[in-house]
């Protein structure tokens, strides 16, 4: 049973244009959820994070947003760069559960120049 | 470089072999955890360990084995493995195990069992 979903395995855009990676929960006692970026040969690195009390979290050219009624959260990249090419992990967890992560699949954001 | 390493980098071993992954990291971090990743699927825990707690994850087969001998090594004892237990192993580290405190990764052991 897969409590975090990401539909998409892969997303291409423009440079320049606005790239949105989606993600689905179905637990709904998940109050802080993570983004990570991973690029080949490396592990993941931490991107941006929003707790439930939010619905909106913001840094530099990353926002992430939180839909509770719908269990659902989005990465905003704008502008995209070719650097942003990377697989993007949508995590979440119980805040009140300690550390133990719950990973969506992944998805492979291509930027092209 | 995030500070946590991760050896060795590919593995290729039998299924009657017994290896080692080891990981070290260098962020005076208090817990420790270990990840599976297998081809198409989303990372998943296996082991936590902590100041706080140790946590095995009930479904991870006794053929693993974590050790973990101080705060700053990590170690994933393999024996008698399956085909089907090739994966990315990662490795990560955190403050504390508790609440958002942000996990740092390691580039991960490639294992393949013939």
């Known amino acids: 049973d897969q409590q975090v979903k990401q539909n998409s395995p892969s997303l291409s855009v423009q440079e320049g244009r606005i790239s949105i990676l989606n993600c689905d929960y179905t637990n709904s006692m998940f109050d802080y959820f993570l983004w990570y970026k991973k690029y080949p040969a490396e592990g993941p690195t931490f991107l941006i994070s929003?707790?439930?009390?939010?619905d909106k979290n913001e840094d530099g050219r990353f926002t992430v947003f939180l839909n509770k009624s719908a269990k659902h959260l989005s990465l905003h990249i704008v502008p995209s760069q070719p650097g942003d090419s990377a697989v993007y992990f949508c995590?979440?967890?119980?805040?009140?559960?300690?550390?133990?992560?719950?990973f969506g699949e992944g998805t492979q954001l291509t930027v092209n120049p | 470089e995030t500070g946590v390493t991760q050896t060795p980098r590919h593995l290729v071993m039998g299924m009657t072999n017994k290896k080692s992954l080891k990981c070290e990291q260098h962020l005076g971090h208090n817990a420790m955890y270990w990840y599976k990743q297998s081809a198409k699927k989303p990372l998943e825990l296996m082991f936590v360990?902590?100041?706080?707690?140790?946590?095995e994850n009930n479904s991870v087969p006794s053929r693993f084995s974590p050790e973990c001998p101080n705060s700053s090594h990590l170690f994933l004892h393999l024996h008698t493995l399956q085909p089907e237990d090739s994966a990315l192993y990662l490795c990560?580290?955190?403050?504390?195990?508790?609440?958002?405190?942000?996990?740092?990764f390691g580039p991960g052991t490639r294992l393949t069992v013939l």
């Open positions: 929003i707790s439930s009390i939010k």
């Open positions: 995590a979440a967890m119980v805040e009140t559960s300690g550390s133990r992560l719950t």
């Open positions: 990560a580290s955190s403050h504390t195990s508790a609440r958002r405190d942000t996990q740092y």
């Open positions: 360990y902590s100041l706080e707690e140790r946590v």
